[in-house]
RNA sequence: GGCCUUGUGGUCAAGCGGUUAAGACGGCGCCCUCUCACGGCGCAAUCCCGGGUUCGAUUCCCGGCAAGGUCACCA
């Protein structure tokens, strides 16, 4: 069979010689250890959190070994493709500080471009030709139905399914036949003529994983699509070959099929760069575990944690956590130290899934949260109220001066008590909102009306905002001692019969007065935040409502 | 179902022939305390099961079991 004339009908054109390619895409000039890692969505816009975790893995290593990080967008399939989903991915991973090097939409060096697989068509077809050429590919004019015949036929007969061996009716046609169809102006894929033995296992070493066995494969697989598209198979090699990927690290879903990917570099020729499979995050369903869908978990979805207002550096320390099991002690040891710092290891990559644990995060984010500046605090409640707030919390901010004496007292910023009771942007703005606008009663008092207005009168007429933290706390506990409470802790935890309640009882009703809540930082800190004119009209107002 | 991978407290996990089997989150209790938060102290809770190998297995081998992944002209 004359080959090259069968190559030439099959995939039509002009083609440069390959070499053209090797040498518009030569190997990159980088330091020997440096890895070259990719990220290689498609683009549906749809960017999660499996997404970052691969993502945060691929930047540190690439970055760490001064290396590069690319971005390429997989978009031979035409049907999930959708409109901005580059830059919502572009944006969604810079908002966690992973940035690229070079890449689509990314600017950088573009000795490698395009970045979009469609816009290197005439590369994988240069190169599906050359392995037409060499009888490494062959042209397959089975429909889907007859595709679709065959996986029965074989799932009754216990066979492996696939288009392989004597499965495989478009491998042996004859001259022949193959013109007839194309003359018939049949469709037609380019498959891959493999060589391979399915009885054979090799094993082949995983970075994360480490040795796998493997089944040498032996599945035709479609290379070209019918429309002269590459599958993601093929794309995947020609281009982590030409844009010299050293190192791929993706999800494990990929490691069934690497097998392929493997035959594929060796039929074309290519070196063989590393893996590294990594597992998924999972989720607890009921009594078993799954991945994170995402369907039913809004959490899997990196613009929850933006919306939510969760900061970003929280959302990374967790991932790393995952990622690397030395990390966490790493970063409790030097907290102050940036991240980039920490000498992560593919080798330290866990092997099996890890569960998504919110608990976990929101403590991160606690921690992460309590150790900003004032000036950080501000610019990130800022930035998530103007984007996600409401227009009163908005409002905070015109007074600034305010707001940081407000956010001292409640998270501890600036000083050195710190608090850490809010795991979001979105918990602190509506967590201080006592502080502004109308008073809002959300927790009810636990003593009766009466006593409620006999408590905040004496506490009124005995309230001076100059007194000190002390003074006013002796205040509120003759306050107590005259309507019958134990101004002594001590003293009603010895007695409690003889008491109406304690100190603590009195204290709870004033900060229900002032603030709406029974849980607040220290009261006397609120009211002179707040000023006397505010603290005594809230006080006002409650008596006898 | 075939193939691959994984199996240490509820979760993330160190340990990889002899350990009181780290640590963190969560839970519970105590202390501090006008409430909350912080902080401090403490408690409960783990080596999937069964066979080997060995003086000795969480660690090694085999077999089960369970969980996850994958079997497209999708990536």
Known sequence: MDLEKLASRLIPGEFPPLETYEKRYPPRDLPANAEVTRLAPSPTGFIHLGNLFVAIANERIAHQSGGVLFLRIEDTDLKRKVDGAVEAVISALEYFDISFDEGAEIGGDETYAPWYQ????????????????????????????????????????????????????????????????????????????????????????????????????????????????????????????????????????????????????????????????????????????????????????????????????????????????????????????????????????SKSGALFDLDKLNDISKTELSALTAEEMLAFLRAWAFAYGSEPQRAYFADEAYLLKVLSLCMGIGGKKRRKDFVTAKQALSMIGYFFGERVQEDAYRVDNATRDAVLQAFLQTYDASDDAQVWFSKVKEVAASLGFAAEMRDYKADPAAYKGSVSDVAEVLRIAVTGRANTPDLWSIMQIMGEEKARARIQSCIGA
């Open 118 to 349: 469609r816009q290197r068509a005439e590369i994988y077809r240069a190169y599906a030709r050359a392995l037409i050429k060499k009888g490494r590919a062959y042209p397959c004019f089975c429909t889907e139905e007859e595709l679709a015949a065959l996986r029965e036929e074989q799932t009754a007969n216990k066979a492996i399914t696939g288009y392989y061996g004597k499965y495989a009716k478009c491998r042996s046609l004859s001259e022949e036949e193959i013109y007839a169809a194309l003359d018939a102006g049949k469709p037609y894929v380019i498959r891959l003529r493999s060589m391979g033995d399915a009885s054979h296992k090799f094993t082949f070493h995983d970075e994360i994983k480490g040795d796998v066995t493997v089944t040498e494969n032996d599945q035709d697989v479609v290379i070209l699509k019918s429309d002269g598209i590459p599958t993601y198979h093929f794309a995947h090699a020609v281009d982590d070959h030409l844009m010299r990927t050293t190192l791929v690290i993706r999800g494990e879903e990929w490691l069934a099929s690497l097998p392929i990917h493997l035959e594929l570099f060796d039929v074309l020729g290519f070196r063989r760069p590393k893996y590294g499979h990594n597992c998924s995050l999972m989720k607890m369903d009921g009594a078993s575990k799954r991945k994170l869908s995402k369907r039913k978990d809004p959490e899997l979805s990196l613009s929850y944690y933006r919306q939510e207002g969760y900061h970003p550096h929280a959302v990374k320390v967790y991932m790393l956590t995952l990622l690397n099991s030395d990390f966490e002690e790493w970063h409790r040891k030097f907290p102050e130290k940036p991240l980039e710092e920490f000498p992560f290891h593919i080798r330290k990559m």
